[in-house]
């Protein structure tokens, strides 16, 4: 595209124009992303919820720098995205930590990467962040030694310790039980406000989307496009039980299923 | 009352041992083909007394150390080469996974011609021995390192020698120790062989004594050798690649 004609939005972290990705599978060439045009403000919790195969998790792989569009274009500020970087750090579907490393050591990773910092402003930053996910006393632990709710706090605190300007989360609490769900959505929201970071949520879960999210972005699969978009105005913190939460998780839902049923109807 | 785990193959091989040497004492057997256990004990006794089991162990050792580190070292960043680098794995990879299954010792006549009856010749039979099964190892354990941890170490900012030093290669560590121990097995039998088969002149090894005792009819110094190869080879797993692994496993919860 027309690079004179790519217009940022001043108070956007991450502008998408027109991004579309394709990919060559055993049946033919796949379009995962078609035409996706988004803006993620500064400081604004961007949630991605759709049925799998709707190219949510590629959205965030493309944000996140680790694979490229075919067509479009992502920035992060004014400079284009094409290859992973620290400003924007990824907490994945499964923690991801290093099982060589202890906890402070896991965390301290990102921080040795920062050149600029000490080794104890790094110590310090990392300790920070570890009491924030509430696991100050578990420093010396090896990951498998922690539960899995805790070791996705720990990788919450791995991604959130070198400051990134956008933080990207990949379902990162589907593979938990619900309690700790819940404990992590009241972490979650806890640092956001605190630290108001911006971030960009992907998940199957509606009803998370809408707890968590200032907005949330409804996207439909075969191609990946954005249905609709909800503006979110609970106050925080939001418990995921509360009812007039429920029923707005129930209109975007409903949202969901007509277009998705509409696209069934094409098909046939 | 339960038995201590220890009492068992205590008496097996008490029962086994005495029977031996009553076997061997009444007759039954020549012992100049079979000697009875106090006869290879006291071989053991005057080969130690005297130091030639010592200064023989000693040189075997320093080949099997030297060539097996050789070897390794050379072995893991080729094994690391082949992973990163499509045709490389395509040639040297293919050729180290053939060369592999070569038994080392058929290393020996081309070693022989070479370097002539020397330290050399033997030192590179080892690194023979050793390096294929380690560039195979590494090969494979890089290959099968985790895409998740290089996914979140590369949104870290990782990237080149931080990547490999910091993650690939410690994710791959466990696959890389086994085929270092494999590595070693092979070493330590094709030097073994060597050893046996040729007179080097630069040092008497294990083999060599073992080889002597042979010319010279000395059956109790042929199967003391024999134990003292096994002992070695129980040692080396005992105080070096077991504790490794054993640590290993329990720090990252295997």
């Given amino acids: 595209m027309n690079p004179a004609s790519f217009k940022t939005h001043p108070s956007a972290a991450l502008t998408l124009r027109n991004v579309t990705k394709r990919f060559n599978g055993a049946a033919g060439c796949v379009t995962a992303l078609d035409d996706i045009t988004l803006d993620v403000k500064e400081g604004e919790f961007l949630v991605l919820v759709g049925p799998s195969g709707c190219g949510k998790s590629t959205l965030l792989s493309l944000l996140a720098g680790l694979d490229q569009v075919d067509e479009g274009a992502i920035r992060l500020g004014e400079e284009p995205v094409r290859s992973p970087g620290r400003d924007r750090l990824v907490m994945f579907q499964q923690d991801a930590l290093f099982p060589w490393l202890n906890t402070l050591e896991n ?124 503006d979110i105005n609970l106050p925080r913190p939001r418990r995921i039980n509360d009812p007039e939460l429920a029923s707005l998780a129930a209109e975007v839902t409903d949202a969901l299923s007509s277009h998705l049923s509409r696209s069934q109807e094409g098909l046939a | 009352m339960k038995l201590p ?92 996974l053939g060369l592999q299954t070569l038994p080392s010792v058929c290393w020996v006549p081309l070693a022989l011609l070479w370097f002539g009856q020397e330290e050399s010749a033997l030192l590179f039979v080892v690194v023979m021995g050793t390096i294929w099964a380690v560039v195979i190892a590494v090969q494979e354990s890089v290959l099968n390192v985790q895409p998740l941890y290089l996914r979140a170490a590369m949104t870290m900012g990782s990237k080149g020698w931080h990547l490999w030093l910091r993650v690939i290669l410690p994710a791959a560590l466990p696959g890389v120790l086994s085929g270092m121990k494999q590595g070693w097995a092979f070493a330590w039998r094709s030097l073994m062989a060597a050893e046996i088969f040729v007179v080097i002149l630069t040092g008497f090894g294990l083999g060599s004594l073992l080889h002597a005792g042979r010319e010279l009819l000395r059956m109790d110094q042929v199967m003391g050798v024999m134990t003292v190869v096994v002992l070695v080879g129980l040692l080396a797993d005992l105080i070096f690649f077991s504790p490794l692994e054993r640590w290993l496993r329990r720090s990252r919860g295997l």
């Fill in chain 1, 107 to 230: 965390v301290m990773f990102g921080l040795r990467l920062k050149p600029d910092l000490t080794e104890a402003e790094r110590l310090e930053s990392a300790r920070y962040y570890l009491s924030l996910v509430g696991l100050a006393d578990k420093e010396k632990a090896r990951p498998h030694e922690l539960s899995g709710g805790m070791r996705q706090r720990v990788a919450l605190a791995r991604s959130l310790a070198p400051n990134p300007r956008v933080l990207l989360m990949d379902e990162p609490f589907s593979a938990l039980d619900a309690l700790t769900r819940d404990q992590l959505y009241r972490d979650i929201q806890d640092i956001f406000t605190k630290r108001k970071k911006t971030i960009v949520l992907v998940t199957h879960n509606i009803r998370e989307a809408v707890c968590l999210g200032d907005r949330v972005v409804l996207l439909s699969p075969n191609p990946g496009r954005v249905r609709q978009i909800f």
């Fill in chain 2, 5 to 96: 785990r220890f009492v068992i193959p205590t008496l097996v091989a008490v029962t086994f041992l005495g029977g031996w040497e009553w076997f061997v004492r009444v007759g039954h057997v020549n012992d100049v083909l079979v000697p009875a256990p106090s006869q290879i004990l006291h071989w053991f006794w005057d080969s130690l007394l005297n130091g030639e089991l010592l200064s023989a162990t000693w040189v075997t050792m320093r080949r099997l150390i030297i060539g097996f580190a050789i070897g390794a070292a050379l072995g893991v960043p080729l094994g690391a080469l082949c992973a990163r680098v499509r045709w490389i794995r395509d040639t040297l990879g293919v050729l180290a």
